[in-house]
């Protein structure tokens, strides 16, 4: 895998491989990293790359803290805290970026540092309903960062998630409406 340091970040992307929950970052059409669901439920996935093995996993729900760890499970290397309004993802050593929506009926996302600086805008790419990778725009504030990868891991993982949380709630929605007898969107 190619180091974030020396990789395109004009040509980022994540990528779906495979027909599970399985995502490549691609500098071009190399490999930097890999996020993958080892297990077809829960919320541990492994992430590889040039850097090392990061563990990523989730805890709560509606106020949901993700957590990356490496080598150490007691020393987090960074964990996102989730509220509506004030996201925050905070590294090892203090520094805090702000995490949150770009809008309302937009479904990208913005990092953004402690000064203010975009660090990545990240927009999910889907075919139909179903997430199939991510458009990254690599920012002022993420072009020399030492913590771009690790914040483009913790960041997809969350977007992640967030969709096929979605998609199962349209599922559960879609069965209520067939088990009902009424139409979907329908009352």
């Known amino acids: ?32 990293a890999s996020l993958q669901w080892e297990r077809g439920w829960g919320t541990e996935a492994a992430v590889d790359s040039a850097a090392g093995r990061w563990t990523v ?3 709560g729900f509606l106020s949901p803290a993700v957590t990356v760890v490496g080598t150490d499970p007691a020393k987090p290397i960074a ?11 905070q ?12 809008g309302f009926w937009v479904p990208a996302w913005e990092l ?6 975009e660090v990545v805008n990240v927009e999910p790419v889907r075919e139909g309903r179903h997430l199939q990778g991510g458009l990254l ?6 072009r020399s960062n030492p913590d771009l990868l690790v914040l483009l891991v913790v960041s997809w993982y969350f977007v992640v998630l967030s969709w096929f949380e979605d998609e199962v ?4 929605e879609a069965i209520l409406d067939a088990v009902s007898g009424t139409t979907p969107g329908k009352a």
Not at 83 to 89: E, G, K, N, T, V
């Open 1 to 32: 895998m190619e180091p974030i340091a020396t990789a395109d970040l004009d040509s980022l992307r994540w990528v779906r491989s495979g027909t599970g929950r399985s995502f490549q970052l691609l500098s071009g059409a190399t490999p930097v």
């Open 57 to 59: 996993r989730r805890a």
């Open 79 to 89: 964990s996102l805290r989730a509220h509506l309004h004030q996201s925050a993802i």
């Open 91 to 102: 590294l090892d050593g203090g520094r805090t970026y702000r995490w949150s929506r770009a």
């Open 112 to 117: 953004d540092d402690a000064s203010g600086a």
């Open 137 to 142: 725009e690599v920012g002022p504030g993420g």
């Open 169 to 172: 709630g349209e599922g559960s």
